[in-house]
């Protein structure tokens, strides 16, 4: 506990990204975590395959529609913490995962497009949570949207106006954004965490871990802060 999913119909939105950024940062500061790969293509799998997984890390890569419930659930015995990479589509298996969710975050960059795959999201979190509101009224499942690949120096007027619409909409989202950057990228190709890439070949690689650490501390945060409101129940 908790188990945090990754989900977004949208292809490309950040997701893998991400999620092994937060699984990463939770295992450096000792933290036992479980990173569930529930895309078929396996892109954790092919990650750790660079040799550079932390000792906390576990990574789990046998999961189908039939299993995930029980591998999140099962893993969630063994570890503090489970990511879940979800695969970039509406497909019967990321509503499995929301139903074992603790937290959801919904990637997203930030365009008036991709805000709108963000809420085919929110719209599955909305489904899950009356089914569970039917016997308990006040259901909530917390969620946050993050903002990804968003520049480092500017917010575009795009990004500006999907936070308002958002505001108004009452859907939270992280102030933390993962910014567009080369380590990011270069994790995956070098197939290495963000602290064992080499400067002389990626560049602004402290930037990265302080942008990646805040983003961190602040998922660590919302969940406290969604578990201090008494009104969370998993499906049974
Ligand atoms: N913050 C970032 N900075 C730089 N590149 C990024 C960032 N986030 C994602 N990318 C790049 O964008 C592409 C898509 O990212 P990623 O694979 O994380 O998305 P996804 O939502 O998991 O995609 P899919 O739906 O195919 O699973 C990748 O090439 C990745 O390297
Ligand atoms: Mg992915």
Do not use: C
Not at 202 to 218: D, G
Request: aromatic share 8%.
């Amino acid at each position: 506990m908790p188990s945090i999913i990754f989900a977004s119909p949208k292809g490309g939105a950040g997701k893998t990204t991400s999620a092994l950024i937060l699984a990463t940062q939770i295992a450096k500061q000792g933290i036992a975590v479980t990173i569930i790969d529930a895309d078929p293509n396996h892109p954790v799998k092919r990650w750790a395959k660079g040799g550079g997984t932390p000792e906390k890390l576990t990574i789990v890569s046998d999961v189908t529609e039939a299993n995930i419930a029980d591998q999140i659930e099962e893993a969630a015995g063994k570890t503090p913490f489970v990511v879940v990479d979800m695969e970039g589509t509406a497909a019967t298996i990321v509503a499995y995962a929301i139903a074992e969710a603790d937290f959801v975050i919904i990637p997203t960059q930030g365009s008036q497009l991709d805000a709108e795959q963000a809420s085919n999201a929110l719209r599955l979190i909305r489904a899950h949570e009356r089914g569970i509101q039917k016997h308990k009224p006040d259901y909530k499942l917390p969620y946050a949207v993050l903002f990804t690949r968003t520049s480092a120096a500017i917010t575009s007027r795009d990004t500006k106006f999907i936070r308002k619409s958002f505001e108004e909409a009452g859907v939270f989202y992280f102030r933390t954004e993962l910014n567009e950057r080369a380590a990011f990228k270069a994790m995956f190709s070098f197939r290495q965490p963000l602290e064992a890439l080499n400067p002389a070949e990626v560049s602004n690689i402290p930037k990265a871990i302080e942008n990646a650490e805040a983003f961190t501390s602040e998922v660590i945060e919302r969940i406290r802060s969604a578990k201090a409101t008494p009104d969370k129940e998993k499906v049974a």
